[in-house]
């Protein structure tokens, strides 16, 4: 049996088995953030697919409006002026093959990892080291690019790359408890949306399962999805 801490019992006497309105579950998620340190707010979807067949993966990126809350450092590959042009656009660390080996004794110093299209050969060689820690570059997570400008300026302003697991849930952080509901709220309706628009081609029958919400250290809070996906943005603020 997994013990429960009295804190956590308490809280979770605060959450009815019901599904809230996404701006009231947001309030409730504020309210049992507790933790003595600034927690993330995070939303868990399962969807009704199963990703183990190419026409039900999901795998994209989300532009949160109001930001992650983070600060993300940025490390990018590159080749001749391009290296140029990463660190002019803000990038954290940048580098060519060098960067490759340094990374492959164990620099791992950063949040997010772009690379060019022409240095992806020598990329691969990492794919062992940064697959497990989600770091890998991929066309997918916008973070193979030529216009590495713009990915810089995307990431460090709140883009995030999130996937479905092997059981067909999603787990994204879509801000901090810091954040006011109505941020939040508009946070996790660019979230809904993206998650529609890129349903699957193999999804079948219902998509969405259920939807939870919670702070990182907080009880789990179910969101009527229905409602969040009828909400329209000038309601969200």
């Given at each position: 049996?997994?013990?429960?801490?009295?804190?956590?019992q308490t809280l979770q006497a605060k959450v009815e088995d019901k599904d809230y309105h996404p701006l009231e579950a947001l309030a409730l998620l504020k309210d049992t953030a507790?933790?003595?340190?600034?927690?993330?707010?995070?939303?868990?979807?399962?969807?009704?697919?199963?990703?183990?067949?190419?026409?039900?993966?999901?795998?994209?990126?989300?532009?949160?409006?109001?930001?992650?809350?983070?600060?993300?450092?940025?490390?990018?590959?590159?080749?001749?002026?391009?290296?140029?042009?990463?660190?002019?656009?803000?990038?954290?660390?940048?580098?060519?093959?060098?960067?490759?080996?340094?990374?492959?004794?164990?620099?791992?110093?950063?949040?997010?990892?772009?690379?060019?299209?022409?240095?992806?050969?020598?990329?691969?060689?990492?794919?062992?080291?940064?697959?497990?820690?989600?770091?890998?570059?991929?066309?997918?997570?916008?973070t193979v690019t030529f216009d590495i400008a713009s990915a810089i300026a995307e990431f460090k302003a709140g883009k995030l790359e999130f996937r479905a697991d092997r059981t067909?849930?999603?787990?994204?952080?879509?801000?901090?408890?810091?954040?006011?509901?109505?941020?939040?709220?508009?946070?996790?309706?660019?979230?809904?949306?993206?998650?529609?628009?890129?349903?699957?081609?193999?999804?079948?029958?219902?998509?969405?399962?259920?939807?939870?919400?919670?702070?990182?250290?907080?009880?789990?809070?179910?969101?009527?999805?229905?409602?969040?996906?009828?909400?329209?943005?000038?309601?969200?603020?």
């Amino acid at each position: 049996m997994v013990k429960i801490s009295r804190r956590l019992q308490t809280l979770q006497a605060k959450v009815e088995d019901k599904d809230y309105h996404p701006l009231e579950a947001l309030a409730l998620l504020k309210d049992t953030a507790t933790a003595k340190f600034v927690e993330a707010a995070e939303a868990h979807i399962r969807l009704g697919i199963d990703p183990k067949y190419t026409d039900q993966q999901l795998r994209t990126t989300v532009a949160l409006p109001k930001g992650t809350g983070q600060i993300v450092r940025v490390a990018v590959i590159a080749r001749g002026e391009k290296v140029n042009e990463a660190s002019n656009a803000g990038a954290d660390i940048v580098g060519s093959e060098e960067l490759i080996d340094e990374i492959q004794k164990g620099r791992m110093d950063f949040d997010k990892l772009i690379a060019t299209p022409d240095v992806m050969p020598q990329v691969a060689k990492l794919g062992k080291l940064l697959g497990p820690r989600g770091l890998m570059p991929s066309p997918k997570g916008g973070t193979v690019t030529f216009d590495i400008a713009s990915a810089i300026a995307e990431f460090k302003a709140g883009k995030l790359e999130f996937r479905a697991d092997r059981t067909g849930i999603v787990h994204v952080m879509f801000g901090k408890t810091t954040f006011s509901p109505e941020d939040l709220l508009i946070n996790l309706k660019a979230l809904q949306e993206t998650v529609d628009r890129n349903r699957p081609s193999g999804a079948k029958g219902r998509y969405w399962r259920t939807f939870y919400v919670s702070a990182t250290m907080g009880p789990s809070i179910k969101i009527d999805v229905t409602a969040l996906r009828d909400l329209k943005l000038s309601e969200a603020g």
